[in-house]
C-alpha cells in the first residue's frame, strides 16, 4: 500500500515539479493567486477530482475531493508569494523584475507537494486498496490573513477527521513547536487640516493621534508577558509637512503564545488608540484584518507522520544540489545557526552539530522544541483548533537560510526544493492511507483532539460580518 503511494509521487514527479516551477514564476500575492489556484484546479479537474472553487468569498480559495465516505482526510496547500523577493534560481543575488514578488516561503512546493499526495491516494482508492475520500484544500494568502480561518466560519472543515498540513524548510523534522496568536490591524486616525505654520491653532493632527498612539504601546511592553511581540509600520503620516495631516494610519500586529493573551493586549492597545484621539481631538476607525490562534498538534497525528518519514525517508540530494548550497552558503551570516542551538536539548548537541555542519539536510531528525514558541504566525493554527492536526517539514532550503529570503527563493525554484518537495508528498500521501487504513487510530485521534480541547473551544478570531480584506491589503 505505502509502497504504491511513494511509487505513484514518482511517476508524477515531472508533472509535480512542472506545476511548482510554474506557480514559482507567476509568484503572486495573496488573494491574487489566480494563475496559481487555476492550475492546481486544472489538475486536480484532470485527476477525476471534483473540484469547488471560489469558497468563503475568495476567489482565489478553493477545496478538491476524490472518493466517498468516512474518513475525510484534508491536505493543506498553499500558493502566494511574498513581495519584492524577486530572484533567479541561482545562487547568488538576481533579481528577475526589480520589486517583484518571489517564492520567499517556498509556497509554490507546498501547494505542488499536497497536489502529488491527493493524487497518490486517490490513485489508492481507484485500486480499492483504501476508502473514504482524500481532500485538497486549496488555501490563499498565508503571509497575509486568515483565510483558512474563513473557511473554518463557513464550515468547509466541519466533516474532515484528519488534516495534515507541511512546509518547506531547512529540516526534515516533525514540527511539535507551537506558534504565535496573532491580531493584524489598522488604526485609522482622521482630524482636520490647516496651514502647519500660518494657522496651526485650528488643525487637528492625525499623524499627532497615530504619534501618540505609538508612545502609548510602547510604554505598554514593560507591562507585557514577556513571550508577547506589538510591531507597526506608519502606512500613512500625511503628504507635506507644512499641511496639518487630517488623515494617518498605523498598521498593528499583536502576537502572544496563547490566543486568549492576544485578545487582552489587543483590548488594551484599543484603550491606547481611543486615549489618542481625546489627547489630540481626533476621531479613530479601526479596521480589523485578520487573527489567527496558536498551533495546537495532535499527537497521534504527530506520531503517524514521524512514523511516515522514518518510511519514506530523507531527501536524496546530488553533488550539484550540494555545490549550489555551498556556493549559495556564502550569502549566509554565520550566526544564523545560533537561534537552533538555543532548541537542543545536551543529549543531541553531538547529533545536531554533525547536521548544522552540513549545508543540506540529509537525514532525518528526532522531533524537538516540544513546548517552544516558534516566534512566527499562521492560521494553520486555526484548524488545528477545529480538528486532530499534524505538521512537518522537509529540506528544501539551505542550512541557516533566512525565512522569507530571496536565498529561498532560488532553492524554492530548483532541484533543491523539488527534491524535498517530493518528499513530503510521499510523506503525506503514506500518513493518509495509514489512517484510511485504520478507523480505529481515526476515532483515538479524534478523542484525543476532543480531550485537548475540553476547556479550550475555537471561536472564530474573525469579527461577525467581516469580508476578506481585498482592497485595504493593497494600500
Given at each position: ?89 541561482e545562487p547568488y543575488r538576481e533579481v528577475i523584475n526589480e ?269 524537538i522544541g516540544e513546548g517552544n514558541v516558534l516566534p ?100
Amino acid at each position: 500500500m505505502f509502497k504504491q503511494a511513494i511509487k505513484s509521487v514518482k511517476i508524477n514527479q515531472d508533472i509535480l515539479i512542472d506545476v511548482s516551477d510554474q506557480i514559482w514564476g507567476f509568484a503572486e500575492l495573496g488573494l491574487e493567486e489566480f494563475k496559481s489556484s487555476q492550475l492546481l484546479i486544472k489538475t486536480l479537474d484532470e485527476a477525476g477530482f471534483s473540484v469547488n472553487s471560489n469558497v468563503a468569498d475568495m476567489p482565489t480559495a478553493f477545496y478538491a475531493d476524490y472518493g466517498k465516505g468516512k474518513p475525510v482526510i484534508g491536505i493543506l496547500g498553499e500558493y502566494d508569494a511574498l513581495p519584492g523577493l524577486s530572484q533567479k534560481a541561482e545562487p547568488y543575488r538576481e533579481v528577475i523584475n526589480e520589486g517583484a514578488p518571489g517564492h520567499g516561503c517556498g509556497h509554490n512546493l507546498l501547494g505542488a507537494g499536497s497536489l502529488g499526495a491527493v493524487i497518490a491516494v486517490k490513485e489508492a482508492i481507484d485500486l480499492g486498496v483504501v476508502k473514504g475520500t482524500i481532500r485538497f484544500y486549496g488555501c490563499p494568502a498565508e503571509e497575509i490573513f486568515n483565510a483558512k480561518g474563513y473557511m473554518i466560519r463557513e464550515g468547509l472543515f466541519n466533516d474532515v477527521d484528519i488534516a495534515l498540513a507541511w512546509h518547506p524548510g531547512n529540516f526534515n523534522m516533525l514540527n511539535l513547536m507551537t506558534c504565535l496568536a496573532m491580531n493584524s490591524v489598522k488604526f485609522k486616525f482622521h482630524g482636520r487640516t490647516a496651514h502647519a505654520a500660518g494657522d496651526p491653532q485650528n488643525g487637528r493632527s492625525a499623524l499627532d493621534g497615530v504619534e501618540l498612539m505609538n508612545i502609548g504601546a510602547n510604554f505598554m511592553r514593560e507591562h507585557m508577558i514577556s513571550d508577547a511581540r506589538l510591531h507597526y509600520v506608519i502606512t500613512h503620516g500625511g503628504d507635506a509637512p507644512n499641511v496639518v495631516p487630517a488623515e494617518a494610519e498605523v498598521h498593528y500586529f499583536v502576537r502572544a503564545p496563547e490566543r486568549h493573551q492576544v485578545e487582552e493586549l489587543y483590548a488594551r492597545l484599543v484603550n491606547i488608540a481611543k486615549g489618542a484621539t481625546l489627547m489630540t481631538e481626533t476621531t479613530m476607525d479601526i479596521d480589523f484584518l485578520s487573527g489567527t490562534y496558536n498551533t495546537m498538534y495532535t499527537p497521534i497525528v504527530s506520531e503517524v507522520i514521524s512514523n511516515s518519514m522514518r518510511t519514506v525517508g530523507a531527501p536524496r540530494f546530488n553533488k550539484e544540489d550540494i555545490a549550489f548550497a555551498n556556493e549559495l552558503k556564502k550569502s549566509i551570516p554565520k550566526d544564523s545557526l545560533d537561534g537552533y542551538y538555543r532548541l537542543i536539548p545536551p543529549n543531541m548537541m553531538e547529533l545536531a552539530k554533525a547536521i548544522l555542519s552540513q549545508p543540506l539536510n540529509k537525514v532525518i531528525i528526532p522531533p524537538i522544541g516540544e513546548g517552544n514558541v516558534l516566534p512566527g504566525s499562521t492560521d494553520v493554527a486555526d484548524v488545528s483548533w477545529k480538528v486532530p492536526l499534524g505538521e512537518f517539514g522537509t529540506a528544501c532550503e539551505i542550512m541557516g537560510s533566512p525565512g522569507h529570503s530571496w536565498q529561498n527563493v532560488a532553492t524554492s525554484g530548483m532541484s533543491i526544493g523539488h527534491k524535498g518537495m517530493l518528499t513530503a508528498a510521499k510523506v503525506l500521501a503514506v500518513s493518509s492511507l495509514e489512517f484510511m487504513n485504520n478507523p480505529e487510530l481515526v476515532e483515538k485521534a479524534c478523542k484525543e483532539h476532543e480531550y485537548m480541547h475540553r476547556d479550550k473551544i475555537y471561536t472564530s478570531p474573525l469579527p461577525d460580518g467581516l469580508k476578506p480584506p481585498f482592497r485595504r491589503l493593497k494600500k
